[in-house]
């Protein structure tokens, strides 16, 4: 059985492929026009209407990925905005098409206006704010946040967080170059949906020194 990570797929939420850029689920006229407005620099896009079936594609895209790499009895922690909506009905029916069994939840900022609410309690293992976990003698910081200092970090623990769509890596890359956490959101993985084991975590952070920002030390 596997660990695996994963944050920020907004199910359901018809916006965030215009504006995360998943134009793999678009359909071709939707796309030309999507192409049009980014010409422009048009960042908001409000003129693009994103259609039920670009919204299906995405949803499926998403969940395929998921149920190809993630197994049944596996543990997969998304890190935040599961689900964009507002039915109960849909949140089960998205989350019965995931095979594995084992998902906890890191709420996000849009998990905090519904889901928290409404979610029944049998679809997730747990659901958190953060969560403090170890993996192999790996102590691991989830957020749905990026913090600059995090719970012993000045002693090598990871942390893994979503929220910014991948636009944050640039200044985490400029200001903290060493620093041992990643972004695991849906589209900060190169035009796939899927989760990142452990494994590859670890072989991204095995790449990094780590690095403190404050007056503490090792």
Request: glycine share 4%.
């Amino acid at each position: 059985m596997t660990d695996h990570f994963i944050s920020d797929p907004h199910f359901d939420h018809t916006n965030i492929i215009k504006y995360s850029g998943r134009v793999d689920c678009l359909s071709g006229v939707e796309f030309k026009e999507y192409d049009r407005l980014l010409s422009l620099n048009d960042s908001r896009m409000k003129s693009l209407k994103i259609s039920k079936e670009s919204l299906e594609t995405m949803n499926t895209a998403i969940i395929d990925d998921w149920n190809r790499k993630v197994k049944e009895n596996d543990t997969l922690w998304c890190l935040g905005d599961f689900y964009i909506g507002h039915s109960k009905q849909r949140l089960v029916e998205i989350r019965n098409k995931i095979r594995c069994k084992n998902i906890h939840l890191i709420y996000g900022n849009h998990d905090q206006k519904w889901i928290r609410k409404h979610c029944p309690p049998y679809l997730f293992k747990s659901c958190s704010d953060v969560r403090f976990i170890k993996i192999n003698n790996q102590e691991i910081f989830l957020s749905h946040y990026c913090h600059v200092i995090w719970p012993k970090s000045h002693h090598g623990t990871w942390h893994l967080f979503g929220h910014s769509h991948s636009s944050l890596n640039k200044w985490v890359e400029e200001h903290m170059p060493n620093a041992k956490c990643l972004d695991v959101g849906v589209d900060n993985q190169n035009g796939s949906y899927s989760p990142w084991s452990f494994d590859e975590v670890k072989q991204y952070m095995d790449t990094k020194q780590g690095q403190i920002v404050d007056h503490h030390q090792d």
